[in-house]
């Protein structure tokens, strides 16, 4: 049995947890399985309303790929259907709860890629980011060139992906990579603060506008503006809409359910 990857659940936030620190947190077989599986019982547990990924140790949250992995030669065929057919990182599309990546020391390779995969980036000042891979004779593989297009823009992206430069974290805020930076002892506070925050809010409007978000973002504006409309729609007789208006009215705390 292996604990590549650990979940702990406190306060309403999952925390996940890549936990192989002696090889900074670098991603194996075991991290590719155990992540999907860690996600989807977050994202499906009713008690969680936000979940933060994170490296264990001092030096990563994750240095990308293990290495180990690459001395054998796959047949390109039969890797590139294995990907098609059941990629690992399509399991942060699938999430309908708000996923933080809670970053600090190295975040290369597949490690940025994973973080690209969350929906809000907050850094460690010690954070140092990249896309090396070009440099090892492949591309990022698991939606580096995608999402950072998407994030960052084509100049920028292109810039990162063919040099392989490294970021600091001053740099990643400046550019948008990251939102929110955080000193390396205050990183997990912040990261919680930060979650707790989000799952404190009516939970059904923060899935909703997270839907509007991502998938909006792939649309025209025009079927964009229909989506969000749609979304908008389907609030209106929430219990937690009108428990929002209530709590206002009477100046107390809301109790959002969900419903």
């Known amino acids: 049995m292996t604990d590549a990857v650990l979940v702990h659940t406190q306060d ?13 947190n670098a991603i194996n077989e075991d991290v590719r399985r155990l992540l999907p599986e860690a996600l989807a019982t977050a994202d499906a ?20 790929a293990d290495i180990k992995e690459f001395v054998a030669t796959p047949q390109p065929t039969a890797y590139r259907q294995a990907r098609v057919h059941r990629h690992w990182i399509a399991a ?4 309908v709860k708000p996923v933080i990546a809670a970053v600090h020391g190295h975040c290369l390779g597949g490690g940025l890629e994973i973080a690209l995969a969350c929906d809000i980036r907050i850094a460690a000042t010690d954070a140092l ?10 591309i ?16 920028l992206a292109l810039d990162l992906v063919l040099t392989g430069e490294r970021l600091d974290a001053q740099r990643a805020l400046a550019m948008g990579l990251v939102s929110r930076l955080a000193s390396p002892d205050d990183l997990q506070q ?13 939970p059904l409007a923060t899935q909703f506008a997270k839907e509007a978000v ?10 964009g503006m229909r989506l969000e409309s749609d979304l908008c729609s389907h609030l209106v ?17 809301p109790r959002y359910t969900g419903q």
């Open 12 to 24: 309403a936030v999952a925390w996940i947890t890549l936990n192989r620190p002696d090889a900074m």
């Open 45 to 64: 547990d009713p008690q969680v309303r936000a979940i933060v990924v994170r490296g264990a140790g001092p030096r990563a949250f994750c240095a990308g």
């Open 92 to 95: 942060f599309d699938r999430a």
């Open 129 to 138: 980011f990249g896309l090396p891979e070009t440099g090892h004779g492949i």
């Open 140 to 155: 990022p593989g698991a939606g580096g060139t995608q999402r950072l297009t998407r994030v960052l823009g084509l100049g």
């Open 190 to 202: 912040a990261a919680g603060d930060l979650a707790r925050r989000i799952a404190a809010r009516p």
């Open 214 to 223: 991502r998938s909006g973002a792939e649309l025209s504006l025009a079927d």
């Open 237 to 253: 007789d929430t219990q937690d809409r009108v428990e929002a208006a209530l709590a206002f009215q009477e100046k107390r705390p």
